[in-house]
């Protein structure tokens, strides 16, 4: 009789995990199979893996206490983890086990994982990267806290009413949260503004005027092959008194929940718009909020399982993820001395050696400071802890030789104008290691905003360049692409990215060559038919897909492509004899609400789309569509097809970028220009399978310092010209002919972000791209090398570099 098949082996653990998904359908849901919905179904099905995570979860928290393991504490006011369904029963190894034991119960796992919610939990590449970041810390078993905000209503969810952007909120907790785990007695006192008042000898005590409590909320985090669940920690906010009754029952019904309310808008929204006073304060209110809580429970921790604080730089590495969190530096000051009677100078080196700060932008703007009044009035103790840590910094500088130039560069106070509180300083000084997140970004770093700090302090920066999980953004989001790589060279990638690498001999393999080409077009097929489904869009899969996907900043420079898409609808229009290749041209991101130049960026690439999608004229070799409410889950539809990766920032302005990572890993071809990780990238992959254009960053600071005149770049263009002149007459804006005559003269006047000194290099790249295009089996390979050469960029590979050399935990 011959052995039983590993198939029919399983049958019986599929038939018991089809049991217990019903059961847990009946007595968690309150629903049997006939009168289950989707939902229904979709929260017995996370209800039931969720218990195989728990015990994992609880295994790898006890065996971290029972080795005494150093934890890192990743503090981020964004975690954009997206859906969680997929991520955990893949990196369970159980997507065939769950699949079936569903399609024995008529149900399809794939249309349950479309209708689970994307966590509303951040915006952009810094959420995402911290997402990332937890995936892999658990994937290397470390054991980690990621802390941050449970947002109710995130940033926002974007719709395009006549192709402006509206914001609505976000509802993701419209029904609950299936993976989430409220931890009551993880409750802290937050208190803001109050007086600080003298106490026996030295010691001062702060007594705020009000307070909230910040209850912790847990989410695992499941790493790859389960080996490891970290926590993902977010706070939520109450008032200790919900409604003053005495208020209610005297007829003031509203006023009688004030409190509450403001506890709530502490977690209601991202960014709340900062354009006004009282946004700022929210602001500063939200970031010291979840600073202050997460800190509070680092101690509590440490002091529980080590006893002495002064261990804790030994137990304990927090890493703060960009300036949001700096407050935790005053904030962990205030702890040691006020809770735990150290002085000064000795919490002050505590302190040092316990925090690492990432810095990810170069833009004045996103270094964040706070008018001082408004820091002192919320904050009034934290004021007296910067203004000591400010003294000790400016004594150091001063003793090193610094002159008043250079003091006035390293203050924690900014004296010019009105007086400011510098967080990325505060983060700068109270933290033992500072990095950028890429090469590139690190040297500028050290050149230009830290230039006089790293002075002061010149081994402190370092460099860590961006990963992204492989997990999610090859093996989830491109299974075919997957399994025919695993049907070439076998499973090793899956845990070593690196391993990648041995892909490359088949970019030369003409048969793998027009495989991996037939991935690609069905990708493109499925995304086709979501858009057309959810827009009405026809596009031609056969055409190249042409995307840029991500926040829209004048900086990141989508009005250079659209303003060269402009200039190729000309062209094609007025050579309708030439050998065009057909092109699909895609935008997707969100403006922040107060942006005006980028909400109107957003509506010139929908007037332009509108134009030349109804124009006959271009024979249907060009489409345009802006695609909304871009998020984790639109960005696993789109990168998987996509076939040219638009990273055109102006040099010197994007840290890092982690969209560049993620398209070539699907295989697609960056067109980009030398900045952020692109410089790398192309090191990588080899400077013939990447299209770079532009001016480096070094010449756009020596462009800016000559006096650049970006007229004379125009009358230098006829295509450029010719396409600013049409966007500014309103032909693509017949109802407002005047709406984008500010955007180009911004161009025209100013071009900060080198829009025309660029565009003639970005006209000609994007012709290269084209000339390409029309050799297939050169395109082929090069997209294959790229798939096979960005293995190190893995965040794995990321994690094991801060975790060497920044954390100590390996």
Same mark, same amino acid.
């Given at each position: 009789?011959?052995?039983?098949?590993?198939?029919?082996?399983?049958?019986?653990?599929?038939?018991?995990?089809?049991?217990?998904?019903?059961?847990?359908?009946?007595?968690?849901?309150?629903?049997?199979?006939?009168?289950?919905?989707?939902?229904?179904?979709?929260?017995?099905?996370?209800?039931?893996?969720?218990?195989?995570?728990?015990?994992?979860?609880?295994?790898?928290?006890?065996?971290?206490?029972?080795?005494?393991?150093?934890?890192?504490?990743?503090?981020?006011?964004?975690?954009?983890?997206?859906?969680?369904?997929?991520?955990?029963?893949?990196?369970?190894?159980?997507?065939?086990?769950?699949?079936?034991?569903?399609?024995?119960?008529?149900?399809?796992?794939?249309?349950?994982?479309?209708?689970?919610?994307?966590?509303?939990?951040?915006?952009?590449?810094?959420?995402?990267?911290?997402?990332?970041?937890?995936?892999?810390?658990?994937?290397?078993?470390?054991?980690?806290?990621?802390?941050?905000?449970?947002?109710?209503?995130?940033?926002?969810?974007?719709?395009?009413?006549?192709?402006?952007?509206?914001?609505?909120?976000?509802?993701?907790?419209?029904?609950?949260?299936?993976?989430?785990?409220?931890?009551?007695?993880?409750?802290?006192?937050?208190?803001?503004?109050?007086?600080?008042?003298?106490?026996?000898?030295?010691?001062?005590?702060?007594?705020?005027?009000?307070?909230?409590?910040?209850?912790?909320?847990?989410?695992?985090?499941?790493?790859?092959?389960?080996?490891?669940?970290?926590?993902?920690?977010?706070?939520?906010?109450?008032?200790?008194?919900?409604?003053?009754?005495?208020?209610?029952?005297?007829?003031?019904?509203?006023?009688?929940?004030?409190?509450?309310?403001?506890?709530?808008?502490?977690?209601?929204?991202?960014?709340?718009?900062?354009?006004?006073?009282?946004?700022?304060?929210?602001?500063?209110?939200?970031?010291?909020?979840?600073?202050?809580?997460?800190?509070?429970?680092?101690?509590?921790?440490?002091?529980?399982?080590?006893?002495?604080?002064?261990?804790?730089?030994?137990?304990? =590495?927090?890493?703060?993820? &960009?300036?949001?969190?700096?407050?935790?530096? *005053?904030? +962990?000051? %205030? @702890?040691?001395? /006020?809770?735990?009677?150290?002085?000064?100078?000795?919490?002050?080196?505590?302190?040092?050696?316990?925090?690492?700060?990432?810095?990810?932008?170069?833009?004045?703007?996103?270094?964040?400071?706070?008018?001082?009044?408004?820091?002192?009035?919320?904050?009034?103790?934290?004021?007296?802890?910067?203004?000591?840590?400010?003294?000790?910094?400016?004594?150091?500088?001063?003793?090193?030789?610094?002159?008043?130039?250079?003091?006035?560069?390293?203050?924690?106070?900014?004296?010019?104008?009105?007086?400011?509180?510098?967080?990325?300083?505060?983060?700068?000084?109270?933290?033992?290691?500072?990095?950028?997140? =890429?090469?590139?970004?690190? &040297?500028?770093?050290?050149?230009?905003?830290? *230039?006089? +700090?790293? %002075? @002061?302090?010149? /081994?402190?920066?370092?460099?860590?360049?961006?990963?992204?999980?492989?997990?999610?953004?090859?093996?989830?989001?491109?299974?075919?692409?997957?399994?025919?790589?695993?049907?070439?060279?076998?499973?090793?990638?899956?845990?070593?990215?690196?391993?990648?690498?041995?892909?490359?001999?088949?970019?030369?393999?003409?048969?793998?060559?027009?495989?991996?080409?037939?991935?690609?077009?069905?990708?493109?097929?499925?995304?086709?038919?979501?858009?057309?489904?959810?827009?009405?869009?026809?596009?031609?899969?056969?055409?190249?897909?042409?995307?840029?996907?991500?926040?829209?900043?004048?900086?990141?420079?989508?009005?250079?492509?659209?303003?060269?898409?402009?200039?190729?609808?000309?062209?094609?229009?007025?050579?309708?004899?030439?050998?065009?290749?057909?092109?699909?041209?895609?935008?997707?991101?969100?403006?922040?609400?107060?942006?005006?130049?980028?909400?109107?960026?957003?509506?010139?690439?929908?007037?332009?789309?509108?134009?030349?999608?109804?124009?006959?004229?271009?024979?249907?070799?060009?489409?345009?569509?802006?695609?909304?409410?871009?998020?984790?889950?639109?960005?696993?539809?789109?990168?998987?097809?996509?076939?040219?990766?638009?990273?055109?920032?102006?040099?010197?302005?994007?840290?890092?970028?982690?969209?560049?990572?993620?398209?070539?890993?699907?295989?697609?071809?960056?067109?980009?220009?030398?900045?952020?990780?692109?410089?790398?990238?192309?090191?990588?992959?080899?400077?013939?399978?990447?299209?770079?254009?532009?001016?480096?960053?070094?010449?756009?600071?020596?462009?800016?310092?000559?006096?650049?005149?970006?007229?004379?770049?125009?009358?230098?263009?006829?295509?450029?010209?010719?396409?600013?002149?049409?966007?500014?007459?309103?032909?693509?804006?017949?109802?407002?002919?005047?709406?984008?005559?500010?955007?180009?003269?911004?161009?025209?006047?100013?071009?900060?972000?080198?829009?025309?000194?660029?565009?003639?290099?970005?006209?000609?790249?994007?012709?290269?791209?084209?000339?390409?295009?029309?050799?297939?089996?050169?395109?082929?390979?090069?997209?294959?090398?790229?798939?096979?050469?960005?293995?190190?960029?893995?965040?794995?590979?990321?994690?094991?570099?801060?975790?060497?050399?920044?954390?100590?935990?390996?």
């Amino acid at each position: 009789m011959p052995a039983p098949s590993a198939s029919d082996a399983a049958s019986p653990a599929r038939e018991r995990l089809a049991d217990t998904i019903l059961d847990t359908l009946v007595h968690r849901i309150g629903k049997d199979a006939q009168a289950a919905r989707p939902h229904d179904w979709l929260a017995a099905t996370i209800l039931t893996v969720r218990n195989d995570i728990i015990e994992r979860w609880m295994a790898s928290t006890k065996a971290a206490h029972a080795a005494g393991a150093k934890r890192v504490y990743y503090l981020s006011l964004e975690f954009l983890i997206g859906r969680l369904l997929r991520d955990a029963i893949s990196n369970l190894g159980r997507n065939a086990d769950v699949a079936r034991a569903l399609a024995t119960l008529g149900v399809d796992l794939a249309q349950l994982e479309e209708i689970e919610p994307d966590a509303a939990l951040g915006n952009g590449g810094l959420g995402r990267l911290a997402a990332c970041f937890m995936e892999s810390l658990a994937s290397l078993d470390l054991p980690a806290y990621g802390y941050g905000i449970r947002y109710v209503n995130g940033m926002f969810r974007q719709r395009l009413d006549d192709g402006w952007q509206v914001e609505l909120p976000e509802t993701w907790l419209a029904y609950g949260n299936p993976w989430e785990f409220e931890r009551r007695e993880s409750a802290y006192f937050i208190g803001f503004g109050g007086e600080v008042a003298a106490t026996n000898g030295d010691a001062v005590h702060w007594k705020p005027a009000e307070a909230v409590e910040a209850i912790a909320v847990d989410t695992p985090v499941v790493g790859w092959r389960g080996k490891r669940v970290n926590t993902l920690r977010l706070w939520t906010a109450r008032a200790f008194d919900p409604i003053r009754l005495d208020a209610f029952n005297a007829g003031d019904h509203i006023g009688a929940l004030a409190g509450q309310n403001r506890a709530e808008s502490l977690v209601r929204v991202l960014y709340p718009a900062d354009s006004t006073a009282a946004g700022q304060e929210l602001r500063l209110r939200q970031e010291y909020f979840f600073s202050s809580a997460s800190i509070q429970d680092i101690v509590r921790r440490h002091v529980q399982y080590f006893g002495d604080i002064r261990t804790l730089p030994d137990k304990a =590495a927090i890493q703060m993820n &960009d300036t949001h969190p700096a407050v935790s530096v *005053a904030e +962990l000051m %205030r @702890l040691l001395i /006020d809770h735990h009677e150290f002085g000064f100078d000795e919490a002050w080196e505590i302190t040092k050696r316990t925090f690492g700060y990432t810095n990810h932008t170069l833009l004045p703007e996103a270094l964040e400071s706070w008018p001082l009044p408004l820091f002192e009035r919320l904050l009034p103790r934290h004021m007296q802890i910067v203004y000591g840590v400010n003294a000790k910094l400016l004594r150091e500088a001063r003793k090193s030789g610094a002159d008043d130039q250079a003091i006035a560069a390293i203050s924690l106070i900014d004296e010019g104008g009105e007086r400011r509180v510098r967080m990325a300083n505060l983060a700068f000084a109270g933290s033992h290691s500072v990095n950028g997140v =890429a090469a590139l970004h690190t &040297d500028l770093m050290k050149r230009t905003v830290f *230039a006089d +700090l790293h %002075r @002061l302090y010149p /081994d402190r920066i370092n460099n860590k360049t961006n990963g992204i999980t492989p997990r999610r953004w090859l093996q989830q989001c491109n299974p075919a692409l997957t399994a025919l790589i695993r049907e070439a060279i076998g499973d090793a990638f899956l845990d070593d990215a690196e391993r990648l690498a041995d892909l490359a001999p088949f970019a030369e393999d003409a048969a793998f060559r027009e495989r991996f080409a037939e991935v690609k077009r069905a990708n493109k097929v499925a995304l086709s038919n979501y858009l057309k489904e959810t827009m009405g869009l026809r596009l031609n899969p056969d055409a190249l897909f042409d995307v840029q996907v991500k926040r829209i900043h004048e900086y990141k420079r989508q009005l250079l492509n659209i303003v060269e898409t402009v200039a190729l609808y000309d062209q094609i229009r007025s050579h309708p004899e030439r050998d065009w290749v057909p092109r699909v041209k895609l935008f997707a991101g969100k403006a922040a609400s107060s942006y005006h130049n980028a909400k109107l960026i957003i509506k010139l690439a929908g007037d332009v789309a509108r134009r030349i999608n109804a124009d006959p004229a271009v024979g249907g070799m060009l489409k345009v569509a802006f695609v909304p409410n871009y998020n984790v889950s639109l960005a696993e539809k789109i990168i998987p097809a996509a076939d040219l990766s638009e990273q055109i920032s102006t040099a010197g302005m994007e840290a890092s970028g982690t969209g560049n990572m993620k398209f070539a890993l699907n295989g697609a071809l960056t067109i980009g220009t030398l900045d952020g990780a692109n410089v790398e990238i192309r090191d990588h992959v080899g400077h013939e399978n990447i299209v770079i254009f532009g001016l480096t960053a070094d010449e756009v600071a020596a462009k800016r310092a000559e006096g650049y005149v970006p007229g004379d770049a125009i009358a230098a263009s006829r295509e450029l010209s010719q396409a600013l002149a049409a966007i500014r007459s309103g032909v693509f804006s017949p109802d407002d002919p005047a709406r984008y005559a500010g955007l180009v003269d911004g161009i025209r006047d100013h071009d900060w972000f080198m829009v025309a000194a660029d565009f003639d290099a970005y006209a000609q790249a994007q012709r290269d791209v084209d000339a390409r295009w029309q050799d297939a089996a050169g395109w082929r390979g090069a997209t294959v090398r790229n798939v096979a050469r960005v293995g190190w960029f893995s965040s794995d590979r990321t994690i094991r570099d801060y975790a060497h050399d920044i954390w100590n935990v390996m």
